[in-house]
């Protein structure tokens, strides 16, 4: 199975930052990587499809980069609305699998 | 509008069984890849299972986890997705989401989640 590694799992952040989301494949999945976006309470929202493309209807301050084993999520500018947790996920190979998540909170 | 509504679960004991619905709406619910993902009280995401469409003669794949005790099943026409889960274990208490794939470049991306069903599983 392809284990995803998400880093930090935690981070406090203030609203306006910068904030780059790391999660690391334990091999190569190409580009096919997911991330989403998850508050309480609510179903999981797709932010980033195929490592880099951004879902229709998502703000363009996030972002997503990398290939085979390393990709980010940057948000440019944290908003209120941002606060939430990340995860991403692998779609290369079955099982299908999730990184453990970042829990994004205001500092 | 695209809306996918879970529905069947509840409170189980240890080796019973339980039956999930996903109600989809707002798409031709025929020609997608529908996957169940699940998530345990105040733990990540995990993916259950996927049917795969007519087309691709409705096969399906499962997470090891669950595999011979859950079946993913589809009936197009009356659009609805269902998880049918057998020799439930404590440790399969989640809430269960469906979701809707959309065809990427060669893979299959979950671009809309219904609201999610809490599956209990306790004695």
């Known amino acids: 199975d392809i284990q995803l590694t998400q880093s930090p799992s935690f981070l406090s952040a203030s609203v306006g930052d910068r904030v780059t989301i790391t999660c690391r494949a334990s091999?190569?999945?190409?580009?096919?990587l997911a991330w989403y976006q998850e508050k309480p309470g609510k179903a999981p929202k797709l932010l980033i499809y195929a490592a880099s493309t951004l879902q229709s209807g998502v703000p363009s301050r996030f972002s997503g980069s990398g290939s085979g084993t390393e990709f980010t999520l940057t948000i440019s500018s944290l908003q209120p609305e941002d606060f939430a947790t990340y995860y991403c996920?692998?779609?290369?190979?079955?099982?299908?699998?999730f990184g453990g998540g970042t829990k994004v909170e205001i500092k | 509008e695209v809306q996918l509504v879970e529905s069947g679960g509840g409170l189980v004991q240890p080796g019973g069984s339980l039956r999930l619905s996903c109600a989809a709406s707002?798409?031709?619910?025929?020609?997608?890849?529908m996957d169940w993902v699940r998530q345990a009280p105040g733990k990540g995401l995990e993916w259950v299972g996927r049917s795969r469409n007519k087309a691709n003669s409705y096969t399906t794949e499962y997470a090891a986890s669950v595999k011979g005790r859950f079946t993913i099943s589809r009936d197009d026409s009356k659009n609805s997705l269902f998880l049918q889960m057998n020799s439930l274990k404590t440790e399969d208490t989640a809430v269960y989401y469906c979701?809707?794939?959309?065809?990427?470049?060669?893979?299959?991306?979950?671009?809309?989640w219904g609201q999610g069903t809490l599956v209990t599983v306790s004695s």
């Open positions: 091999q190569g999945i190409s580009s096919y």
């Open positions: 979701t809707r794939n959309i065809a990427v470049a060669g893979t299959f991306y979950f671009d809309y």
């Open positions: 707002g798409f031709i619910f025929s020609d997608h890849y």
């Open positions: 996920q692998q779609l290369n190979s079955y099982p299908l699998t």
